[in-house]
Antibody, heavy 119, light 107 residues
Framework: QVQLVQSGAEVRKPGASVTVSCKAL????????IHWVRQAPGQGLEWMGW????????SYAQRFQGRVTMTRDSSTSTVYMQLSRLTSDDTAVYFC????????????WGQGALVIVSS | DIQMTQSPSSLSASVGDRVTITCRAG??????LAWYQQKPGRIPNLLIY???TLQPGVPSRFSGRKSGTEFTLTISSLQPEDVATYYC?????????FGPGTKVDIK
């Protein structure tokens, strides 16, 4: 069955960068875009961007432009989300989610990865 | 970017009440609107897609409607297990913006 397995929790200092990975299992990796969504403590869902594993094309939300980079490694069926110049406002759970069959919206979600930014 | 708004931001209702949440898109998104339910510490659960199509397994007390750029999620008879935060999301094209959420609890 479709599974997205994310990397573990991370702690970073302000100004640093963090990379979260998302390994796809149980389906044809290059056939489905992967969304990245984050949720700060007690806050709402925020769409960050997505990547097309077939070719690596990306689209980022405007507020993350210049600070986020999404990449993929087809040999390991893994996508990566790197966020740089971290501030405490970036403390959040970061989710990857594969798009649904025949639709663009997120369908299968990873378990989430907590990133804490603290000095 | 198209902005998504939701109202109310929170509501409290009695078991059995009819509850309606509204989501407005800043411009036409056709019917590319989804509704999610999220309980604390859990991943979002898709309730409705294409503005009114119920995801299999979702109770029939949930329904969705579209009128122009205004979308509504209705719970016909609120149940204790419906306590959660509800989000709309546009998915016509990137960016796939979420609404700010509506927190629903029991009075």
């Amino acid at each position: 069955q479709v599974q997205l397995v994310q990397s573990g929790a991370e702690v970073r200092k302000p100004g640093a960068s963090v990379t979260v990975s998302c390994k796809a299992l149980g389906y044809r990796f290059i056939g489905y875009q992967i969304h990245w969504v984050r949720q700060a403590p007690g806050q709402g869902l925020e769409w960050m961007g997505w990547i097309n594993p077939d070719g690596g094309g990306t689209s980022y939300a405007q507020r993350f432009q210049g600070r986020v980079t999404m990449t993929r490694d087809s040999s390991t069926s893994t996508v990566y989300m790197q966020l740089s110049r971290l501030t405490s406002d970036d403390t959040a759970v970061y989710f990857c989610a594969r798009r649904r069959e025949f639709q663009l919206l997120p369908g299968h979600w990873g378990q989430g990865a907590l990133v804490i930014v603290s000095s | 970017d198209i902005q998504m708004t939701q109202s109310p931001s929170s509501l409290s209702a009695s078991v059995g009440d009819r509850v309606t949440i509204t989501c407005r898109a800043g411009q036409d998104i056709d019917n590319y609107l989804a509704w999610y339910q999220q309980k604390p510490g859990r991943i979002p659960n898709l309730l409705i897609y294409a503005s009114s199509t119920l995801q299999p397994g979702v109770p029939s007390r949930f329904s969705g409607r579209k009128s122009g750029t205004e979308f509504t999620l209705t719970i016909s008879s609120l149940q204790p297990e419906d306590v959660a935060t509800y989000y709309c999301q546009k998915y016509d094209s990137a960016p796939f913006t979420f609404g700010p959420g509506t927190k629903v609890d029991i009075k």
